[in-house]
């Protein structure tokens, strides 16, 4: 496993959720039961998300009671603080069975991240985007919405311009915590995934896993969570995962049979200008970063997302496109464009709209198309950048360490 903290959980004894239909193939049979029930159970958590082992209605009663009396619980982490935003977003402070907290985000209609990257659910919001601005008022509720999810407790990559960094690594989230993280917020919304056979209101939801953390620090635990999602059902296709830079997890990445769309977050044009706000460059410059990207296989309609916070006087004159440009041009890719999001006690400032909008011009006179992925949440700070626990517990930071 990449960089795996020193006192890293493994998934609660006793939770349910989180684990994989071998793991519970082989609590069934500790029961005397036959596989067909770890099925049946690998059904209910996923597909129905139930929250009570009661609600596990295929099992007959005296197993439901021994499992009950054995301690065993759903395990979902539980939701103790929520923010709305003014344009519907909301923030959750989500805790963990040991205390720990992290935040998710829910986005109604989410934040435009998808429009570009190729696939069906870039073309279903550029098509929606379309029928919006053709109709004011909308006749219809919106039934797409994204949730940010966090990948662990704090971050260990210290980038100047986000605030999660001043939090530092508590410790890395199981695979049962981040995808239960999901199940939470899409059961707080009554949320129905799978077939629109028989469902008067299918919701699509797409996955950003930008929230606190640096998945690719987490991998096996990420990936082990990206394919209990898939079970929920949530395509691959309508996830996206970012990442700093971590070379091992993208090397580590391109194999995956099963992935989600990759983001990365570049944010310079030149590894003076990076390192000064991600000291990760220090570890690996963009030109190897660029390298492991090229080992990746592309799939059909899919792209690279390369993410560019502007920082006013730092990373965003007509220079710094020119340079972009430079590095990525040739590749299969879009960028976005996001205008710095503040933060308390923090050395940077937003960029004039009037220079957001030269630089999106400059790299899409190059053809590389580019998009201003629009805030959201700002005015609870629940948009990018922004994420930092609600409640702060005595610092007990962990060092991480390579496996």
Not at 239 to 265: H, N, Q, W, Y
Not at 330 to 359: T, Y
Request: aromatic share 6%; proline share 7%.
């Amino acid at each position: 496993m990449l960089n795996k903290t020193k006192d890293e959980i493994q998934n609660p004894p006793a939770a349910l959720f989180g684990r994989s239909l071998e793991d519970l193939t082989v609590l069934m049979a500790h029961f005397g039961q036959k596989p067909y029930r770890a099925s049946q159970l690998h059904e209910a958590l996923y597909r129905q998300r139930i929250t009570t082992i009661d609600q596990i209605t295929t099992f007959p009663a005296p197993l439901r009671d021994r499992l009950k009396a054995e301690g065993y619980t759903i395990g979902h982490p539980e939701i103790v603080q929520t923010a709305k935003s003014i344009d519907g977003t909301e923030r959750y402070l989500i805790r963990m069975a040991d205390g720990e907290t992290v935040e998710t985000v829910w986005m109604p209609d989410g934040d435009g991240g998808e429009r570009g990257d190729g696939s069906q659910a870039a073309e279903e919001e550029e098509k929606e985007d379309e029928f919006v601005a053709e109709h004011n008022p909308v006749p219809f509720p919106y039934r797409r919405s994204t949730i940010c999810v966090s990948s662990q407790v704090g971050c260990a990559v210290n980038c100047q311009f986000c605030l999660t960094a001043k939090l530092g690594i508590r410790r890395n989230l199981t695979p049962g915590e981040i995808a239960g993280q999901v199940a939470a917020v899409l059961n707080r919304h009554n949320v129905q995934l799978g077939s629109s056979r028989g469902n008067p209101t299918p919701a699509r939801i797409n996955l950003v896993f930008m929230g606190m953390g640096e998945p690719f620090l987490n991998y096996a635990n990420f990936i082990a969570a990206v394919r209990l999602l898939t079970h929920m059902p949530i395509p691959e296709s309508r996830m996206t995962v970012s990442t700093s830079g971590i070379l091992p997890g993208i090397l580590d990445f391109a194999k995956e049979s099963v992935r989600p769309k990759l983001a990365v977050s570049l944010n310079a044009s030149n590894d003076q200008v990076r390192e000064s706000i991600m000291p990760i460059t220090r570890k690996w410059n963009i030109a190897a970063l660029l390298e492991a990207l090229s080992t990746i296989p592309l799939r059909n309609r899919e792209w690279i997302t390369f993410e560019y916070v502007l920082l006013g006087g730092v990373n965003d004159s007509l220079k710094h496109a020119d340079e972009l440009i430079a590095l990525v041009s040739g590749m299969r890719c879009k960028i976005n464009l996001i205008v710095w999001n503040s933060g308390p006690n923090m050395p940077f400032h937003e960029p004039p709209q009037s220079d957001v909008s030269a630089f999106q011009k400059r790299i899409m006179a190059a053809g590389i198309p580019a998009y201003i992925r629009r805030p959201r949440g700002r005015d609870i700070y629940a948009a990018c950048g922004q994420l930092k626990r609600t409640i702060e517990q005595p610092p007990k930071l962990v060092e991480l360490t390579s496996a």
